[in-house]
T-cell receptor
Framework: KQEVTQIPAALSVPEGENLVLNCSFT??????LQWFRQDPGKGLTSLLL?????REQTSGRLNASLDKSSGRSTLYIAASQPGDSATYLC???????????FGKGTSLLVTP | SQTIHQWPATLVQPVGSPLSLECTVE??????LYWYRQAAGRGLQLLFY??????ISSEVPQNLSASRPQDRQFILSSKKLLLSDSGFYLC????????????FGSGTQLSVL
C-alpha cells in the first residue's frame, strides 16, 4: 500500500527565506506527483504536477523536483512571503487506479 | 474556463438524518469526478470516483453513496448520518486518468451532532 509522508509537519520562517518542503512515498510505481496548496477551510489548489518521466517543474517562485527511484519529491519556495502561509500537500497518482494518495501536509507560516 | 461549484459550504446535521451534497462542473465535458473527505489530523481520503454518467466506484465501504445523474453533476448522499461522517468533504475533477491536474471545489464542512 502506498504511503506518502511529508516532513516537517509544520514550519515557521521569517519573510524572505528560501525553504524546502519534503515528500516521500513508498511505492515508486507512480503516474505523476502533484503539489497542492490549501488555505484554512478552503479547497485545494494545484500548484505543480510532475509526470513520472520528469525531474522537475517550475512555476514562478516554486520549484518541485521528483526522484522516483528514491521515492522523494521536494517543493522549493524562493523568497517566501506572508501570503505563502498555508498547508502544502503532495499527492501521488498510482500507475493503475484513480485514488491519489495524499500526505498529511506541511503547515507553513511565513512571518513578516 | 472550467469551474467547479460545491454546496453547501457548511452543514450541521443530527445523527440519523439524510445527507445530500452536490457538485457541478462547468466548461468541460466528460470529466472524471471525485469525492474526498478530509478528517481532522488525517490525510485526504478518496470516497468515490466516476469516469462517466452512472459509473460510480467506491474506494472504501461506508455509510455514504454517490451518484452521477448528469455528465457534470456528482452527488454525495447518505440515508442516515453517523457521528463519524463529520468532516470536510471535497469534490474534484480532472480531465483524463491522472494525466491532468486535479481541481478541487471549495469544500463542505459537515458536522454531525
Amino acid at each position: 500500500k502506498q504511503e506518502v509522508t511529508q516532513i516537517p509537519a509544520a514550519l515557521s520562517v521569517p519573510e524572505g527565506e528560501n525553504l524546502v518542503l519534503n515528500c516521500s512515498f513508498t511505492d515508486s510505481a507512480i503516474y505523476n506527483l502533484q503539489w497542492f496548496r490549501q488555505d484554512p477551510g478552503k479547497g485545494l489548489t494545484s500548484l505543480l504536477l510532475i509526470q513520472s518521466s520528469q525531474r522537475e517543474q517550475t512555476s514562478g517562485r516554486l520549484n518541485a523536483s521528483l526522484d522516483k527511484s528514491s521515492g522523494r519529491s521536494t517543493l522549493y519556495i524562493a523568497a517566501s512571503q506572508p501570503g505563502d502561509s498555508a498547508t502544502y500537500l503532495c499527492a501521488v497518482t498510482p500507475s493503475s487506479g484513480y485514488a491519489l494518495n495524499f500526505g498529511k501536509g506541511t503547515s507553513l507560516l511565513v512571518t513578516p | 474556463s472550467q469551474t467547479i461549484h460545491q454546496w453547501p459550504a457548511t452543514l450541521v446535521q443530527p445523527v440519523g438524518s439524510p445527507l445530500s451534497l452536490e457538485c457541478t462542473v462547468e466548461g468541460t465535458s466528460n470529466p472524471n469526478l471525485y469525492w474526498y473527505r478530509q478528517a481532522a489530523g488525517r490525510g485526504l481520503q478518496l470516497l468515490f470516483y466516476s469516469v462517466g454518467i452512472g459509473q460510480i466506484s467506491s474506494e472504501v465501504p461506508q455509510n455514504l453513496s454517490a451518484s452521477r445523474p448528469q455528465d457534470r453533476q456528482f452527488i454525495l448522499s447518505s440515508k442516515k448520518l453517523l457521528l463519524s461522517d463529520s468532516g470536510f468533504y471535497l469534490c474534484a475533477w480532472s480531465q483524463g486518468r491522472g494525466d491532468e491536474k486535479l481541481f478541487f471545489g471549495s469544500g463542505t464542512q459537515l458536522s454531525v451532532l
